[in-house]
């Protein structure tokens, strides 16, 4: 079968708000910069509670990653809620333990049409010796009241369709939804609430003016606020302000679909309609997508878009898990670029007095992105703390030649992968 050549969102997607490119110059009280999960929930928030904004988005919103992802909603950070309580306080933890609920919240409020669906999320290990930390982890969750279970190797091949998982756990707070439509629903939310939303309008320049903050577009017209939010994450361009595209790694996402399950498979493969994603340092992650189509996706190389080698390792490892899935060929290829950081937490940023910046969310951005909106709206609509600590900007040493040593760092984690039992 010939493979589309867009993504299976985009092919499946409902309309999105129809928003003209900024024309003439304004002043708003908040301006934010990325029309993407975190940039949409901040102006939505921020309109919620009165404030006047502004959002400006380079291309359409959910063009960037929020819009190619998997559309897993998962809570919680990468690390554990122990060490989220020892690094950041409870208050954290919860924060990060709250974000599907944010999340799911948004959704019901606004009526989004995006399938979402509250099926929960499975975290599954090929290794037996990665089963006391997956273990450790939902246990610690469990105590805080989560909703988790544990899954033997029997039942966790029951949940998946495969017998190749030696365990692992499921979060019933997690789910899924239409990232496209999820997004664009977000836009037209913010818009009814009383956010102005402008498309076709990147920034390639902000500076301080006496008159506040002041961006500019490339049209020349500009806009000026007291205040502005700054999350482009893994789209952020070169030099933009200060650098910060260098506290992070762009990596690929690299994402196939098959084309519809036959009833059978359908009854086997994710049964209970969980998402799926595994514990190897180079794993990968599995959902039934729209029109009961089975994706999966990987992490790719460090190149500029999805390669027929990236496509071709997903490729195998769909072979590997469900062979006759496989078996009906690939429908849809298309990736999405990844904010990752050195530690895999999240940044917060307030290099200058009036600005603040949100970025590298390493592959939670769908829970943790409309969270980190809505805490982002709260701290300047009402001064409420933000949820984890901003830092210094931190750029990552040698970071022109970061797709040279994320390849070398790729390769050697596959390599751990593989050697591990």
């Known amino acids: 079968m010939t493979d589309k050549p867009q993504s299976l969102w985009a092919a499946t997607a409902r309309p999105g708000p129809d928003l003209s490119a900024l024309a003439e110059s304004r002043r708003t009280d908040v301006l934010v910069i990325g029309g993407g999960f975190t940039g949409l929930s901040t102006a939505l928030h921020l309109a919620e509670a009165g404030v006047a904004v502004t959002l400006l988005e380079a291309e359409t919103p959910g063009h960037g990653g929020s819009g190619r992802n998997g559309g897993q909603v998962i809570p919680g950070l ?117 956010a102005d939303l402008f498309a076709h309008s990147r920034v390639v320049e902000i500076r301080r003016t006496d008159a506040g903050w002041q961006a500019r577009t490339q049209s020349g017209a500009t806009v000026t606020a007291d205040r502005v939010v700054l999350v482009t994450n893994a789209y952020t361009p070169p030099n933009l302000y200060r650098r910060i595209e260098t506290t992070l790694v762009a990596a690929n996402s690299i994402q196939i679909a098959t084309p519809p399950l036959p009833p059978d498979l359908l009854k ?62 690939v429908e849809y290829r298309w990736s999405g670029r990844v904010g990752m950081t050195a530690d895999h937490r999240v940044r917060l940023f307030e290099p200058d007095t009036g600005m603040i910046v949100a970025m590298g969310y390493n592959g939670r951005g769908v829970a943790l992105g409309t969270a980190m909106g809505k805490a982002l709206a709260d701290h300047l609509a009402r001064g409420t703390p933000l949820p984890l600590p901003s830092r210094k900007i931190d750029p990552l040493p040698f970071h022109r030649f970061h797709r040279s040593y994320g390849a070398a760092a790729i390769a050697w984690y596959r390599l751990r992968d593989a050697l591990e039992r």
């Open 268 to 329: 086997r493969i994710l049964p209970g309609r969980s998402v799926l994603s595994e514990s190897r340092r180079v794993g990968t992650y599995f959902r039934i997508g729209p029109g009961n189509r089975l994706m999966i996706g990987g992490r790719g190389r460090f190149s500029h878009g999805g390669t027929p080698a990236d496509y071709g390792i997903i490729e195998r490892e769909l072979r590997a898990f469900f062979p006759e899935a496989a078996r009906l060929g």
């Open 78 to 194: 990468k690390d554990d809620p122990d060490g989220l309580d020892a690094l950041f306080g409870p208050a954290a933890t919860a924060f990060a333990g709250g974000t599907a609920d944010i999340l799911f919240d948004l959704v019901a409020r606004h009526g989004i049409d995006c399938d979402a669906s509250r099926d929960g999320w499975i975290q599954a290990s090929l290794k037996d010796s990665h089963l006391p930390a997956l273990e450790r982890r939902m246990a610690q969750w469990q105590v805080r009241g989560a909703p988790v279970e544990w899954l033997d190797a029997q039942a966790i091949a029951e949940a998946t369709g495969t017998r190749r998982f030696r365990g692992g756990w499921r979060d019933l707070r997690a789910g899924r939804v239409h990232p496209l439509n999820y997004v664009q629903g977000l836009a037209a939310a913010a818009r009814r609430t009383g």
